[in-house]
């Protein structure tokens, strides 16, 4: 069948040993079957030899491609930007076929991977390290940064292009060769982005495509002593799982996982600055953003009318096929999203709260094929209601009342997620003040919970990660070990901390 797909495994396009495959459907119109992809299985079974194949390829790939010069690697980098800006419309029409967000939105993910191609590649001549002064006479003292080997590298289905690329393109630009296990929902893309790869002159080797759950291949690749480094973007549960894992076995681990998200308007915010804000915080992506804004803290004096507004304009969203250029809101990623959502807007209605609009799946012309789930926005929601504290990854916002900026950094504080919060006013001091005590890994001023820019760090605190940042500068650091280098040329013996003459 013509589109039956492949893995990429040492070097070649291969059917998976298991012959067994999973099928890609759009999530608007659940009739396209968008392709078979291989269902690599469990590693104890026929899928072991293609994860086996994988690793060791992925060892030889390594061996080579941490040889070239890093300006070189960047070079392919370079390209694959190229490529990518030529391409950016296809990649993007079949992404929203795949994945269902709305065409601008996908165009706006192929350029954040356009984005951190151009900056890894410029990279290569940067990987800085540090020459110091020698604590003795005629000696240097210097680091600088090696690659560390194959990575496993598991990305979740929202954003099909840009987060593989966040992890991929840094990864390979220090040297490291690459292992990926990409979602269910989106394999077509990352077909895709590996073809691009190849096409920009990445040796073979030091990419391996291995298609499956999560359960089997990418919990064998966690597991496999072979693979020293692991980025993962998805849930908490999984996350801390594979961070056991990696404990255990002394790998290294970037972990992205859930959020929370908070938007506060003060009383003195420009309201429709605010309202602009929280529509496409809370509603772009239909919700499903680790970035998506999920409460909305509102200060009571405007409360009522702030409500009022946005549930009109939450009411008007179109919502339909993503290709279609009238729609602003497509549809879920599968049923099992769509009915998550329904559940958390029975937990808030059996709390206490009031469904101002939204709440149920959406039915309509053009939407009986799709998962569709109607932005909802609940009102009279308590801080530590369920819907206020735990992550639905849906467009379902909570919106919270409170009286004072203390109160709101407060409430934005107690969840057990720190990635991202907005603040809206026009006080200079609560903006300070809010950036410096919002507990999250990034707070906008007067803008949306999302809208991460490739070239400055991204990533959260307490559930949300463990400490590292994927994007910008800091990425390198994880993707790397230190190497520090004495050189001595003084001809004699010099002990540290003791031959010192002053
Ligand atoms: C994610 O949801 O996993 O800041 C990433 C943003 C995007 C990236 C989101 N640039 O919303």
Same mark, same amino acid.
């Given at each position: 069948?013509?589109?039956?797909?492949?893995?990429?495994? #040492?070097?070649?396009?291969?059917? /998976?040993?298991? *012959?067994?495959?999973?099928?890609?459907?759009?999530?608007?119109?659940?009739?396209?079957?968008?392709?078979?992809?291989?269902?690599?299985?469990?590693?104890?079974?026929?899928?072991?030899?293609?994860?086996?194949?994988?690793?060791?390829?992925?060892?030889?790939?390594?061996?080579?491609?941490?040889? %070239?010069?890093?300006?070189?690697?960047?070079?392919?980098?370079?390209?694959?930007?190229?490529? %990518?800006?030529?391409?950016?419309?296809?990649?993007?029409?079949?992404?929203?076929?795949?994945?269902?967000?709305?065409?601008?939105?996908?165009?706006?993910?192929?350029?954040?991977?356009?984005?951190?191609?151009?900056? #890894?590649?410029?990279?290569?001549?940067?990987?800085?390290?540090?020459?110091?002064?020698?604590?003795?006479?005629?000696?240097?003292? %210097?680091?600088?940064?090696?690659?560390?080997?194959?990575?496993?590298?598991?990305?979740?289905?929202?954003? /099909?292009?840009?987060?593989?690329? &966040?992890?991929?393109?840094?990864?390979?630009?220090?040297?490291?060769?690459?292992?990926?296990?990409?979602?269910?929902?989106?394999?077509?893309?990352? =077909?895709?982005?590996?073809?691009?790869?190849?096409?920009?002159? +990445?040796?073979?080797?030091?990419?391996?495509?291995?298609?499956?759950?999560?359960?089997?291949?990418?919990?064998?690749?966690?597991?496999?002593?072979?693979?020293?480094?692991?980025?993962?973007?998805?849930?908490?549960?999984?996350?801390?799982? $594979?961070?056991? !894992?990696?404990? @255990?076995?002394?790998?290294?681990?970037?972990?992205?996982?859930? *959020?929370? =998200?908070?938007?506060?308007? %003060?009383?003195?915010?420009?309201?429709?600055?605010? +309202?602009?804000?929280?529509?496409?915080?809370?509603?772009?992506?239909?919700?499903?953003?680790?970035?998506? !804004?999920?409460?909305?803290?509102?200060?009571?004096?405007?409360?009522?009318?702030?409500?009022? @507004?946005?549930?009109? @304009?939450?009411?008007?969203?179109?919502?339909?096929? *993503?290709?279609?250029?009238? !729609?602003?809101?497509?549809?879920?990623?599968?049923?099992?999203?769509?009915?998550?959502?329904?559940?958390?807007?029975?937990?808030?209605?059996?709390?206490?709260?009031?469904?101002?609009?939204?709440?149920?799946?959406?039915?309509?012309?053009?939407?009986?094929?799709?998962?569709?789930?109607?932005?909802?926005?609940?009102?009279?929601?308590?801080? =530590?209601?369920?819907?206020?504290?735990?992550? $639905?990854?849906?467009?379902?916002?909570?919106?919270?009342?409170?009286?004072?900026?203390?109160?709101?950094?407060? $409430? =934005?504080?107690?969840?057990?997620?720190?990635?991202?919060?907005?603040?809206?006013?026009?006080?200079?001091?609560?903006?300070?003040?809010?950036?410096?005590? +919002?507990?999250?890994?990034?707070?906008?001023?007067?803008?949306?919970?999302?809208?991460?820019?490739?070239?400055?760090?991204?990533? *959260?605190?307490?559930?949300?990660?463990?400490?590292? @940042?994927?994007?910008? &500068?800091?990425?390198?650091?994880?993707? !790397?070990?230190?190497?520090?280098?004495?050189?001595?040329?003084?001809?004699?013996?010099?002990?540290?901390?003791?031959?010192?003459?002053?």
């Amino acid at each position: 069948m013509s589109n039956t797909y492949q893995n990429f495994i #040492a070097g070649q396009w291969r059917a /998976p040993a298991s *012959g067994e495959h999973f099928e890609n459907r759009n999530p608007a119109n659940t009739d396209e079957l968008i392709g078979l992809f291989p269902e690599t299985g469990p590693p104890s079974g026929a899928g072991g030899a293609d994860i086996e194949a994988a690793v060791a390829s992925a060892e030889r790939g390594f061996e080579k491609w941490s040889r %070239m010069p890093a300006p070189e690697r960047g070079f392919v980098l370079k390209k694959a930007g190229d490529v %990518m800006t030529e391409r950016k419309d296809a990649i993007a029409r079949d992404m929203t076929r795949e994945m269902g967000k709305v065409l601008e939105e996908t165009r706006g993910d192929v350029q954040e991977a356009i984005d951190t191609a151009y900056y #890894a590649a410029v990279e290569g001549r940067r990987l800085f390290g540090k020459t110091v002064p020698s604590e003795l006479r005629d000696k240097w003292a %210097m680091s600088f940064r090696r690659p560390i080997g194959p990575f496993a590298i598991i990305t979740p289905f929202n954003f /099909p292009l840009a987060v593989p690329s &966040w992890k991929i393109f840094p990864a390979l630009l220090c040297g490291n060769s690459i292992i990926w296990k990409p979602s269910e929902d989106v394999p077509l893309t990352a =077909n895709t982005f590996t073809e691009i790869l190849l096409e920009s002159g +990445l040796p073979p080797e030091a990419i391996q495509l291995v298609h499956g759950a999560g359960e089997t291949v990418g919990k064998a690749l966690v597991d496999h002593p072979e693979v020293p480094g692991i980025s993962f973007t998805g849930s908490t549960r999984t996350g801390s799982a $594979i961070g056991e !894992t990696a404990g @255990r076995m002394h790998k290294r681990l970037s972990l992205e996982m859930g *959020g929370k =998200n908070a938007q506060i308007v %003060m009383a003195d915010a420009d309201m429709d600055l605010a +309202l602009d804000g929280v529509i496409w915080g809370a509603f772009g992506t239909a919700g499903q953003r680790c970035t998506a !804004t999920s409460r909305l803290l509102l200060e009571d004096r405007i409360h009522d009318e702030f409500v009022a @507004r946005l549930q009109a @304009r939450a009411e008007a969203l179109r919502l339909g096929d *993503g290709l279609d250029s009238g !729609t602003e809101v497509g549809p879920m990623i599968h049923p099992a999203a769509v009915e998550k959502c329904e559940r958390y807007v029975e937990i808030a209605r059996s709390q206490g709260a009031t469904v101002a609009c939204g709440g149920a799946r959406a039915t309509g012309p053009g939407l009986e094929k799709g998962h569709f789930f109607r932005p909802t926005v609940l009102t009279g929601v308590d801080r =530590n209601h369920r819907t206020a504290c735990e992550e $639905i990854f849906g467009p379902v916002l909570s919106v919270i009342k409170f009286e004072s900026l203390d109160e709101a950094i407060d $409430i =934005n504080n107690q969840v057990e997620y720190g990635l991202s919060s907005a603040l809206y006013t026009s006080d200079v001091r609560s903006a300070f003040r809010a950036i410096n005590e +919002l507990d999250n890994g990034i707070t906008y001023v007067n803008a949306p919970t999302i809208g991460a820019e490739a070239h400055l760090p991204f990533g *959260g605190v307490k559930g949300t990660g463990n400490g590292h @940042r994927e994007g910008g &500068w800091e990425v390198y650091e994880f993707y !790397t070990e230190t190497k520090v280098a004495y050189v001595d040329y003084s001809g004699k013996l010099q002990r540290a901390q003791i031959d010192v003459d002053w």
